[in-house]
């Protein structure tokens, strides 16, 4: 059976078709050529700006008095973000607000900035690290230690969340490990009165504590939610914007605390301010279950006299609401702390060390 004169034969329509899709494939490879170029175009843009945004920092903190000192920075990072890593990274400065001075010092720091998060930086400290302020000196080191911050321009991030796994730290009596942290904040320098200023949350699970205390060494989950309130004062002299602090009308809120530590479970909410000696003072409300065994350990380590504990046994065995089926009885107490005496539902349970603020503030000063 003969072709129709104008049908184009077998081999004409291979050839056709063989270079249509040739021609797609050198389409296809063109625009993954293009798109390698532009990814690198934007890879090495992130990079200066990255390095850019670092050296203007450093800058401005050292016109501020602040020494920042660094081996020869490294990029890379390629292909998914943009990194700068700064070896043997040391900080140190802020004599003029922290009495003795701020030093800090790392193995190394990364900057980081993901291609698909090009508003998110995120800083890492690896290795062994110190930190010193003032006359105390902490080392530590983590498996992960990480920040998470906004990235923009010329601005000061307002906020941002901090990571650490397995950190490890080093206290004048004992080491301290933290199983796992998280905390975030964020700030308005601008709030009123009444207004948060500062809020923070945070968690820390696994914390083995540096001694053993009569509930034990290890607080298995320590959760907080805060704010403190403003208009936060400006200023250098620590003392004077503590009582100007005081005088708008500043406070603590203490939005919630949970506890998880030895026979206790606990969660507490209060409301704190400064008082006329710029001592901690306010009230708030404790629940607590687990108390008389709370009652028996704080006994026998000698934190609460045995007259105290059995008194406290009698107001607990009135206050505790009936627990569930297989649950521990909960009690609910006031918390009051004035004249740095802390009371729990009217009883005395410790008194608090005095805050020594550096600094004068026209006679106002700690109390005796």
Known sequence: MSQPPDAPSPRRRLTRSRLSGGRLALA?????VLLGLAHSLAWNWMGGRLQAGFDAW????????????????VRGGWPLSATLRLPDFSMSGGGATIPGGLDWTARTVVLRVAMHRPGELRVSAGGPQRLRIGSAEIPFAADRLTARLPL??????????????????????????VGSALLSFDSRMSAIEGEPAVSLEGMVENLALPMATPLGRSIRSLRID??????????RNPTNRAATWRDAGGTLELRRLDLEYGPATAQASATLALDEALQPMGAGT???SGAEAVLDALAQGGVVTARNAALARRVVSLLARPPAEGEPPVVEVPLTLEGRGLTVARIPVARLPVVVWPGPAGGTGPGP
């Not at 450093?58 to 920075?73: C, D, K, L, M, N």
């Open 28 to 32: 296809a490879l063109l625009g993954i």
């Open 286 to 288: 404790l629940k607590l």
């Open 226 to 235: 805060a704010a403190l309130t403003g208009p936060l004062p400006g200023g």
């Open 152 to 177: 923009q321009a010329n601005v000061v991030p307002r906020g941002g969340e901090f990571e650490a796994l397995r950190l490890r730290v080093g206290t004048a009596v004992g080491g301290m490990e």
């Open 58 to 73: 450093a800058a401005a903190r050292r016109a501020q008095g602040w020494r920042i000192e660094h081996a020869a920075p």
